[in-house]
């Protein structure tokens, strides 16, 4: 999982909609000027609107939600119990239980992680080609994106005072490397940017080491991702940051960094907690601490991958699309079995039990396993561009990248409308007790459209367990349990299914 409000992907994001805003006295004006010939025309248009949308699945308007057809909508959810209970039952108690676990375990025991630009990745993604043509999908086929490709290299920091000691640490993504012979230097410590600032005259020179204690992943990662910058513009020459984790027994935690156009780049890698905070206390005793860091990190040429796609076409309207989603690639540590395979696997299981089952939903469900996901949504972002000019036609975008454990429930950004439609589905899924609608559906490779006003919904369980895991060398199999990715699967194929066969598409503001 990138973090979900990466600069860069904010720019991509911006950048791709090429909108531009009014001046505010312009803009109101215009406003005044159209306000009242437009409420006669909406007054007359939105029932006819609705009645062409009742037999083109096109979404449903505000009013008609909430005066007439709320209800109906309800009474067509819940006719959908039996299905979803089949759903369940194939997935955690009939053949297909453990499937999505054992299908996960023999992908990532052959190839191992597979971090954007590897020969790894792009094996895995020939693999799954093949998995999912062998699995009867339909669509089957991979779309060519351009993505970064960066290696870490050997590496290694040993404090050489007050006493030796050689410390665990990841270098970060897109870091450069340091000269052959690295970089010894006297270390600052700080606790924050705030710290860092007020200290900026001591830190020429240093590497800046930062303990800042781990609030939530969305506040705590920023440190991660501009660590380097902004040390480098007080002086440093190099930055350590206390892993983005939290729990730890002594493990790095890598992941994506970005240096910022006009700033020196210096090298930057993740620590372990332990080591932070032994430096923090060392520090304050007054205690010189002086690193040696060396990191063999380069940056290639962009390199050749895909997105992978299948489908199960859509019966009525096929060109309307459900989009379920997990990322492919990893970081270079542990397995990536969390981070994401378990979301790839649970949405082709989504899949695979729809179709054994014999069902066809009205609308096209469209798996995409997307590659590097980890370098701020590049593949995503490109199948954005290639097929933004259909954004009408998706009704929603799903994206599990947060684990799949034990399921609390689904995260959702769209209407309060379709947010009430959500909720109904929801409670098909009363018989594995996971039923709760919580908001804030981002997820990285599905932000894109939402922007652009799709409903989208990302998957949550244990947040304090997946960012224990998160990035490092224990993401592997043994985080994972497969009664647990059952759940996750059924889940997700109940969700998607009936939001891909309701009569119409989920409302948008």
């Known amino acids: 999982m990138a973090p979900v409000w990466s600069p860069a992907a904010v720019e991509r994001g911006v950048a791709a909609t090429q909108g531009r805003l009014l001046p505010a006295d312009d803009y109101f004006r215009r406003k005044t000027n159209w306000r009242k010939s437009m409420e006669f025309l909406l007054f007359t248009f939105v029932g006819v609107v609705h009645l062409l949308s009742l037999s083109s699945g096109k979404p449903i308007y505000k009013n008609d939600i909430s005066r007439r057809t709320f209800q109906e909508i309800k009474e067509e959810i819940a006719s959908y119990r039996d299905v979803a209970k089949a759903i369940i039952d194939l997935a955690v108690y009939g053949k297909a239980q453990n499937r999505s676990y054992e299908r996960l375990a023999l992908l990532v025991d052959t190839v191992g992680p597979r971090p954007s630009g590897s020969r790894s990745l792009e094996k895995a993604i020939q693999i799954m080609y093949q998995n999912l043509r062998e699995d009867g999908l339909e669509n089957v086929h991979l779309e060519p994106v351009k993505i970064p490709h960066w290696e870490r290299g050997e590496e290694s920091a040993v404090m050489l005072e007050p006493r030796i000691h050689r410390m665990a640490i990841l270098g970060l993504g897109s870091s450069i490397g340091t000269p052959p012979e690295g970089i010894t230097a006297e270390v600052l410590v700080v606790t924050s940017f705030e710290e860092l600032q007020r200290r900026a005259p001591e830190a020429r020179g240093k590497i800046v080491v930062y303990n800042q204690p781990y609030v939530n992943y969305s506040t705590t990662v920023q440190y991660r991702v501009q660590g380097a910058v902004e040390a480098a513009k007080v002086g440093a020459l190099a930055s350590l940051i206390r892993s983005v984790a939290s729990f730890s027994i002594y493990s790095p935690h890598t992941g ?250 989920l409302p948008r503001s």
């Not at 990248?401 to 899924?429: C, H, K, N, Y």
């Open 256 to 505: 994506i960094q970005e240096y910022q156009d006009g700033v020196p780049k210096i090298p930057t890698a993740c620590i372990t907690v332990e080591d932070a905070e032994m430096m923090s206390r060392m520090a304050s005793r007054g205690n010189r601490i002086v690193i040696q860091l060396k990191m063999g990190a380069k940056n290639y040429p962009d390199a050749d991958s895909f997105n992978t796609v299948a489908e199960i076409i859509g019966s009525k309207y096929p060109e309307q699309v459900v989009l379920v989603s997990g990322h492919l690639d990893s970081w270079d540590v542990g397995q990536g079995a969390m981070d994401d395979g378990g979301g790839a696997f649970i949405s082709w299981e989504a899949l695979s039990l729809i179709k054994d089952l014999g069902l066809r939903p009205k609308r096209t469900l469209r798996l995409v396993l997307w590659t590097a996901e980890e370098q701020g949504g590049v593949g995503a972002f490109q199948y954005y561009l290639l097929h933004q000019a259909n954004v009408s036609n998706y009704s929603l975008v799903m994206e599990s990248d947060l684990g799949t454990f034990l399921p609390s429930g689904l995260q959702f950004t769209g209407s309060d409308e379709a947010r009430a439609i959500v909720e109904e589905v929801m409670r098909l899924l009363q018989p594995v007790n996971v039923t709760r609608v919580f908001r804030a559906g981002e997820g990285t490779d599905i932000n894109f459209w939402i922007q652009a006003g799709v409903p989208g919904a990302s998957l949550l369980d244990d947040l304090y367990r997946y960012f224990s895991f998160h990035h490092s060398d224990g993401d592997t199999m043994t985080a994972l349990d497969p009664k647990q990715m059952n759940v996750a699967a059924a889940v997700w194929a109940v969700v998607s299914y009936v939001i891909a066969d309701m009569e119409e598409m």
